[in-house]
């Protein structure tokens, strides 16, 4: 399980990373600072070749 309580995003997107081996890059570098929460039960798997970022996250190649 992931959860964020107010971490900034860069924040999140790193332990995503970690847990998924998924690189992530932000097109407005401001956007790593907004604080973010949730949580996720459901086990993000490791690196898939369907996964479609949102459109303001862009995934770059490990």
Do not use: C, Y
């Amino acid at each position: 399980m992931l959860a964020f309580d107010g971490e900034t995003l860069n924040e999140a997107i790193a332990q995503v990373s970690q847990q998924t081996g998924w690189r992530f890059e932000l097109e407005d570098s401001a956007l790593g600072e907004m604080r973010v929460g949730g949580a996720t039960f459901t086990p993000i798997r490791k690196r898939s070749s369907s996964f479609t970022p949102p459109a303001s996250v862009s995934k770059r190649s490990a």
